[in-house]
Nanobody, 123 residues
């Protein structure tokens, strides 16, 4: 019913930058929270950054000062600007959103995940 598609991953050298994008599509009314998570090989998925519909943000300590999350509510998109990338930032990055949908005439929030995009930081 609602899909998330990430883009922007790739290979970058340490100290470099990347910008991830995530587009939400489908039969949705609006989107509450949106965010980015990541999963490195052999590790659990972890929160990177979140943003509310009003623009309030939250970051993992490991990315504060280097990453910036933003969103475009009109386009149902969320972005993650990643600067000063480190090898330990290497992971699959997943977009997450809480869209409001109508199911059988009832409004309800879903939790939706994208398929992930790989970010590799290596020289």
């Amino acid at each position: 019913q609602v899909q998330l598609v990430e883009s922007g991953g790739g290979l970058v050298q340490p100290g470099g930058s990347l910008r991830l994008s995530c587009a939400a599509s489908g039969r949705l009314v609006s989107i509450n929270g949106m965010g980015w998570y990541r999963q490195a090989p052999g590790k659990q998925r972890e929160l990177v950054a979140t943003i509310t519909s009003g623009g309030s943000t939250n970051y993992a300590d490991s990315v504060k000062g280097r990453f910036s999350i933003s969103r475009d509510n009109a386009k149902n998109m969320v972005y993650l600007q990643m600067n000063s990338l480190k090898p330990e930032d290497t992971a699959v990055y997943y977009c997450n959103a809480d869209p409001l949908v109508v199911v059988n005439g009832i409004f309800r929030y879903l939790e939706v995940w994208g398929q992930g995009t790989l970010v590799t930081v290596s020289s």
